[in-house]
């Protein structure tokens, strides 16, 4: 084990820090033996958030065995870990990240290359949405986030409807919501079920995010 490693289990070391070009403050820390990405407030990969991944995927799991994935923020790649090690069978990933230097991080800090099933775009997720082909997918989660917090376009009606356009019939679209940042989580419970055929959350013990899923 490295000496970074072994120090990172006493304080937490920075490897990398600074803002990007889209105004996101970052660190890449190792913290307890392993390299995660944590914005100015919150996790983005590979600490708490990589367990709530892990919790929300092998729910869907549980169910279904998803082919065709499309993944709505990349953060440096904490489903994409979970999948890779969770799915023995073919699939594919598109993933669609807005901030290209979160994109470079996870190229240089967390293998993001190696992942010869990805299909990777640099781009809103508000545009792809009503560009991806629809019903082109069985298993999307979405993971937008701006620090701690949900972007306000993820919770208009068009959005959900152009998520659940791009679903085959029983396809699944998982969305993970933050305890602290969200507000009026009742309402956007009634609009996925206006449009999805089955929805439940489930709460995440820890960290106390829930977790959406919604079945077209």
């Known amino acids: 084990m490295s000496t970074?490693?072994?120090?990172?289990?006493?304080v937490p070391l920075v490897l990398e820090e600074g803002k990007t070009q889209i105004g996101q403050s970052y660190e890449v820390?190792?913290?307890?033996?392993?390299k995660v990405l944590n914005s100015a407030?919150?996790?983005?990969?590979?600490g708490s958030l990589h367990q709530i991944m892990l919790k929300g995927i092998e729910e869907v799991l549980r169910k279904q065995q998803p082919k065709k994935v499309l993944m709505l923020g990349l953060g440096a790649g904490?489903?994409?870990?979970?999948l890779s090690k969770k799915c023995q069978w073919p699939y594919t990933v598109t993933a669609v990240e807005l901030d290209a230097d979160l994109i470079r991080i996870a190229k240089a800090h967390f293998e993001l290359s190696t992942y010869?099933?990805?299909?990777?775009?640099?781009?809103?997720?508000?545009v792809q949405v009503?560009?991806?082909?629809?019903?082109?997918?069985?298993?999307?989660i979405d993971d937008v986030f701006m620090d701690d917090s949900v972007p306000e376009f993820c919770r208009s009606i068009s959005y959900i409807n152009s998520c659940r356009q791009l679903l085959e019939p029983g396809g699944v679209y998982m969305r993970n919501v933050m305890?602290?940042?969200?507000?009026?989580?009742?309402?956007?419970e009634q609009d996925l079920k206006e449009?999805?055929?089955?929805?439940?959350?489930?709460?995440?013990?820890t960290y106390g995010n829930r977790i959406f899923f919604c079945k077209a």
């Open 41 to 46: 407030n919150t996790n983005y990969s590979f």
């Open 179 to 188: 305890a602290n940042g969200f507000d009026n989580m009742k309402q956007y």
């Open 4 to 10: 970074k490693k072994l120090l990172s289990y006493v």
């Open 130 to 140: 009503t560009q991806l082909p629809v019903a082109s997918f069985d298993f999307i």
């Open 116 to 126: 010869d099933n990805l299909t990777l775009i640099n781009g809103d997720a508000a």
């Open 78 to 82: 904490s489903a994409l870990s979970v």
């Open 29 to 34: 820390n190792f913290e307890n033996g392993v």
């Open 195 to 205: 449009h999805f055929k089955d929805v439940y959350s489930l709460k995440h013990k």
